[in-house]
């Protein structure tokens, strides 16, 4: 099929890409002519695919600070240098896992909730808003009762802080992190949560946070 190209400048043209009314995802030779098609000179393959059907999308909520692991299941995913999410107007590259799954990484943005989330396989084309995703406000920690204990853990420490209910994802279990080590969190409402210290094997003091799908 052949269609018009804009040459716009000395390195580069525009074309159109016609509509070939295919039934499967086929690459074809991309030609150029500049002789009104008389010679055609080899270019690239252009791969013509279907849109991605997104059927489930999980989590649909992450913190402000971003980092959540977005799943996305679906059919027609294809393992392109362009595969990405875009999170209202940001984009984000995605993990190919297979034709049915991709993964992406929740970006940082202020506290909103439902924006579309969408897929692209080539960064120029996206679906139409395939789910609605929430960014919480990030939980903050202020104080931890008691601030120390033994080196074999399990002393149970009361932490208390803003927006714990607000992070905690349904299918997700909350967990403290001391240092490296994880302990599960019990949320008792939303400025207070238990910890079970985990244990350690030298003495020293270690940073606390709170993971609920992404950390907090």
């Known amino acids: 099929v052949d269609v018009t190209a804009i040459v716009e400048g000395s390195t580069s043209i525009f074309c159109q890409t016609p509509d070939l009314q295919l039934e499967n995802a086929t690459a074809v030779v991309v030609e150029i002519s500049t002789n009104?098609?008389?010679?055609?000179?080899?270019?690239?393959?252009?791969?013509?695919?279907?849109?991605?059907?997104?059927?489930?999308?999980?989590?649909?909520q992450g913190t402000e600070l971003g980092g959540a692991t977005v799943t996305l299941l679906g059919t027609g995913f294809f393992n392109t240098p362009?595969?990405?999410c875009k999170f209202h107007n940001t984009f984000v590259p995605a993990t190919y896992?297979?034709?049915?799954?991709?993964?992406?990484?929740?970006?940082?943005?202020?506290?909103?909730?439902?924006?579309?989330l969408d897929v692209t396989l080539?960064?120029?084309?996206?679906?139409?808003?395939?789910?609605?995703?929430?960014?919480t406000a990030a939980?903050?920690?202020?104080?931890?009762?008691?601030?120390?204990?033994?080196?074999?853990?399990?002393?149970d420490v009361i932490i208390t802080g803003a927006n714990f209910a607000s992070v905690i994802l349904p299918d997700v279990?909350?967990?403290?992190?001391?240092?490296?080590?994880?302990?599960?969190?019990?949320?008792?409402?939303?400025?207070?949560?238990?910890?079970?210290?985990?244990?350690?094997?030298?003495?020293?003091?270690?940073?606390?946070?709170?993971?609920?799908?992404?950390?907090?």
């Open 36 to 60: 009104s098609g008389a010679h055609f000179t080899p270019s690239e393959s252009y791969l013509y695919n279907d849109v991605p059907d997104v059927l489930s999308v999980s989590p649909l």
């Open 82 to 84: 362009q595969l990405g």
């Open 97 to 116: 896992v297979s034709s049915s799954m991709i993964t992406c990484v929740a970006p940082a943005r202020e506290p909103i909730t439902g924006e579309c």
């Open 122 to 135: 080539n960064g120029h084309d996206f679906t139409d808003c395939v789910a609605l995703y929430t960014h």
């Open 139 to 155: 939980a903050t920690l202020n104080s931890l009762a008691p601030s120390s204990g033994p080196l074999g853990g399990n002393t």
């Open 173 to 216: 279990a909350p967990m403290c992190r001391f240092g490296d080590m994880w302990s599960i969190a019990t949320v008792l409402s939303n400025t207070t949560i238990v910890c079970a210290a985990a244990p350690l094997a030298t003495t020293g003091i270690v940073p606390v946070s709170l993971f609920a799908g992404a950390e907090a």
